[in-house]
């Protein structure tokens, strides 16, 4: 095996394994906060969290294979709920769904949604993984 | 799938985080191969098998 100088030791791996817990209640902090009260300090606290941990899922890579496969399950029903998301910004769709479409298609809303659903993901995969 | 990788590892005395080191996974990792909740991919087979000197079809089993 080729000697890799930024390869992460043992420590770094399993911190940044545990580290991975806190996504999950930032996530859920941030769309309850958004439901709540759009102002709340709740907001730019966990929003720090989400937004800091899917920009460095650009270096998801650094991981090892077993935790990448886990990102990528829960990658997979993050981008299956976006995929549901998309489809109820039909303009037919909205138009079925009338002032339900209004929660639906707020940007925010679902983008935290998707947060939550990603997580969500990662914990049952990591859980039943154990 | 089936290995014999926890009882290689038994006998010489490592825990799952040295195998780890050794093998650049994490603990994790170790222990979900061990488990057969994680099949590793062919490089990983690869560096498991030239670790104890064996075959990867001495070490992991696919008939169970």
Do not use: C
């Given at each position: 095996?080729?000697y890799?100088?930024?390869?992460?030791?043992d420590?770094?791996?399993?911190w940044?394994?545990?580290?991975l817990?806190?996504?999950?209640?930032?996530?859920i902090?941030?769309?309850?906060?958004?439901?709540?009260?759009?102002?709340?300090?709740?907001?730019?606290?966990?929003?720090?969290?989400?937004?800091?941990f899917?920009?460095?899922?650009?270096?998801?890579?650094?991981?090892?294979?077993?935790?990448?496969?886990q990102?990528?399950?829960a990658?997979?029903?993050?981008?299956?709920?976006?995929?549901?998301?998309?489809?109820?910004q039909?303009?037919?769709?909205?138009?079925?769904?009338?002032?339900a479409?209004?929660?639906?298609?707020?940007p925010?809303?679902?983008?935290?949604?998707t947060?939550?659903?990603?997580?969500?993901?990662?914990a049952?995969?990591?859980?039943?993984?154990? | 799938?089936?290995?014999?990788?926890?009882?290689?590892r038994?006998?010489?005395?490592?825990?799952?985080?040295d195998?780890?080191?050794?093998?650049?996974?994490?603990?994790?990792a170790?222990?979900?191969?061990?488990?057969?909740?994680?099949?590793?991919?062919?490089?990983?087979?690869?560096?498991?098998?030239?670790?104890?000197?064996?075959?990867?079809?001495?070490?992991?089993?696919?008939q169970?």
């Amino acid at each position: 095996m080729p000697y890799d100088p930024k390869a992460m030791t043992d420590d770094q791996r399993t911190w940044s394994y545990k580290f991975l817990w806190l996504g999950l209640p930032a996530s859920i902090m941030l769309l309850i906060g958004l439901l709540i009260d759009e102002n709340s300090i709740l907001i730019t606290l966990s929003a720090g969290w989400v937004v800091g941990f899917f920009i460095g899922m650009a270096f998801v890579f650094r991981q090892d294979e077993f935790v990448q496969k886990q990102i990528a399950f829960a990658a997979n029903m993050a981008l299956s709920f976006a995929g549901i998301a998309l489809f109820l910004q039909l303009p037919k769709v909205t138009l079925v769904l009338g002032e339900a479409s209004a929660f639906l298609t707020d940007p925010a809303l679902i983008l935290a949604s998707t947060a939550v659903v990603f997580h969500v993901s990662l914990a049952f995969r990591r859980l039943s993984e154990r | 799938m089936k290995n014999r990788l926890k009882v290689l590892r038994a006998e010489r005395d490592w825990s799952q985080a040295d195998l780890g080191v050794h093998l650049d996974v994490s603990r994790q990792a170790v222990n979900a191969i061990e488990t057969g909740k994680h099949d590793p991919s062919l490089p990983l087979a690869f560096r498991i098998a030239r670790l104890f000197d064996m075959s990867i079809e001495e070490i992991f089993d696919d008939q169970f």
